[in-house]
């Protein structure tokens, strides 16, 4: 487990800016709509996953944010660092 601080608002209201989430660092399988930190090009993000049939999205809870695309040929530079399992905030 891990523990680290919520920056910025992309998940609110789910999660906001300054929360602290818990991370199990052994659950790196990706499962639909569940909520991971993921490195991907070299910057940080915790995003809900949804698998497709091109690759892999990052949804952000607040509307405001874009869903990130990453193509199955860009996963090389996608890491799944562990599934949210806990908040507080």
């Not at 891990?2 to 790196?28: F, Q």
């Amino acid at each position: 487990m891990r523990a680290m601080r919520v920056k910025g608002n992309s998940m609110a209201p789910n999660l906001e800016n300054n929360d602290i989430v818990i991370i199990n660092t052994n659950d790196v399988e990706p499962v639909d709509d569940e909520t991971y930190t993921i490195i991907y090009n070299k910057h940080f993000f915790i995003r809900q996953i949804r698998q497709t049939v091109d690759g892999i999205n990052l949804i952000s809870s607040n509307s405001d944010y874009e869903t990130i695309k990453i193509s199955s040929n860009h996963l090389d530079n996608f890491i799944i660092l562990g599934k949210k399992v806990w908040r507080c905030g």
